[in-house]
């Protein structure tokens, strides 16, 4: 297991633009770019929010926590 603390995914409530290279977000097994990957996030109100989704890939992640109404995750 490996824990990635990269550039925030989602920043002021909107997908920030590195998620749209799939490899900055790591490498995962056989170059497969649609992973089991996992966000926390805060929305307006100060609550957490977690996703863990498969087959997802870091812009994917990122706009389920915009849906979601994050106003920052990592």
Known sequence: MARQNLNL?????RATPSTSDNSLW?????GVPAV???ALGVD???NLVHVA???VTAQSLAAI???LHVVRAM
């Open 36 to 38: 089991w990957r996992t």
């Open 44 to 46: 307006a109100n100060g």
């Open 65 to 67: 926590m915009v849906e």
């Open 53 to 55: 989704a498969p087959a």
């Open 9 to 13: 995914p989602v920043d002021d409530s």
């Open 26 to 30: 790591g490498v995962t097994l056989h």
